[in-house]
Every structure is written in structure tokens, then in C-alpha cells.
């Protein structure tokens, strides 16, 4: 299996041709903040709050210590073996030429790691398409999120 940091080096170079993928409009950022409005606070335990982006999204985080995951609308997302703040504190929501979030651009951090992933929202499925060193990267792939394939990195090893 292809690691992540590859992944997304060896399909950069694919995403400039892909003219026919979802434009992207512009941005919206959620504070992803356990204070934050948008967010419910954590359960009990700590482990596991959810948070709203627009379009009625929402990202359903746990945090178990070691391992840590989120997913995307109830769609399965990505699980890893999370560092001391294994998420960021923004997300990215992209639209599409129509207004609507087509993806979402979320940080994760594991030990000696930290990936920007690109989810995509529409069109088809939700799911994980794509691991990004930087925001330009992880831009050129949200432009072009339903030509991708549903990708899941592999951050544990």
C-alpha cells in the first residue's frame, strides 16, 4: 500500500489536467474549537463531539487517546493513531460553482505526521479521496474531488 505523503505527491501531478472536475467557488471555515458554536461539547468521557459545517454537514470526531478518527454525515472516515491533538482547529468546507460544499479539508496529526484530508461531499459518495502535505495540494485535489477514487491512508504504520 502506497503511503499517504506518496499518494499525494504521485496524483498532484494528475490533478492539473482534470479540467472536468468540480470547480471550486470558494471556502468556508468552521471553528472546529471545543468552545466553538458549532460544535456540541464532548461527551463524559471526553472521547467523542460533533461539529456542524454549512449545508447541514457535520463531522463526528473520537478521540481515544492512541487512536483517534472522524467520519463525515455518518460515512465512514479515517482512523489513525492520533498525537496529542490529533485534529485541527478549522475545517475547510469547498463549493462548488453552485454554492454548495463538494468538499471538506480537514488537519490530522499523528506521531511525527500531520496531513491535511481531503473528504469529498458530492458528487457520489462521501468519503476519503485524498492526503495533502499543504493547502495548495489539498485545494488541487478538493477542484477536482469527484474525479477521485475513495481513498483510505493508512496512518497507523
Known sequence: MMKPLLLASSMASLLLP????????????TDLTEHSASCTPPDA???SWTCRGP??????????????SFSVDGHEGL????GQTPFGSKAEWVSGA???PTALILRIS?????LLTVTRLAPGP????ASAKDNGQARAFASVVGNLPCEHPDLLN
Open 45 to 47: 468521557e471526553g472521547f
Open 79 to 82: 482512523a489513525f493513531r492520533g
Open 126 to 129: 462521501v468519503c476519503v479521496v
Open 55 to 68: 449545508g447541514g454537514h457535520r463531522i463526528e470526531f473520537l478521540d481515544e487517546g492512541n487512536i483517534a
Open 18 to 29: 482534470l479540467a472536468t472536475g468540480t470547480a471550486v467557488a470558494g471556502s468556508v471555515y
Open 110 to 114: 499523528s506521531p511525527g505526521a500531520s
Open 98 to 100: 453552485d454554492g454548495r
